[in-house]
């Protein structure tokens, strides 16, 4: 049995803050070599992208499990229907991938710029996901 002087939720925190500020050094390191490589856009992109999504982390993170089905995932307190729920919803923003390649490849073979297919791909898949996640969660 190890002893530590540091209370548990004082060392959650500690790693936790230590995933956002690796995170974000993360995000710096992508836009430098992006504007280095001169990619402004791809640079702002990142660090626009990178910002959200480690605030949204964060808040997840911090808030507990007083956010729903959500925050319960990402404090690690989730349940079998939790994750379930959360199993099927990937499992629906896969299927909606799939059909938004089908779909983009035939208007790639009419003219669709490369960029507008890959991002109406994910789109499909972020959007899908999000709803059936709802979804399955209000319908318990």
Not at 4 to 18: G, I, N
Not at 40 to 60: E, M, Q, R, W
Request: proline content about 1%; aromatic content about 6%; some cysteine.
């Amino acid at each position: 049995m190890s002893t530590s002087s540091t209370p548990k939720v004082a060392q959650s925190v500690l790693v936790r803050s230590f995933a956002l500020l690796s995170g974000a050094a993360a995000v710096t390191a992508m836009a430098l070599i992006a504007h280095a490589a001169g990619n402004d856009l791809i640079a702002k992109g990142a660090v626009i992208g990178g910002a959200t999504t480690i605030l949204i982390i964060a808040v997840l993170w911090f808030a507990g499990s007083r956010f729903g089905t959500a925050a319960r995932i990402a404090a690690g307190d989730s349940d079998e229907r939790d994750r379930l729920n959360t199993t099927r919803a990937v499992a629906d923003a896969g299927y909606a991938m799939g059909f938004a390649c089908i779909v983009t490849l035939i208007a790639g073979m009419y003219g669709m710029a490369a960029p507008l297919v890959a991002g109406a791909i994910l789109w499909a898949g972020l959007l899908t996901g999000l709803i059936s996640l709802v979804v399955r969660t209000r319908r318990g």
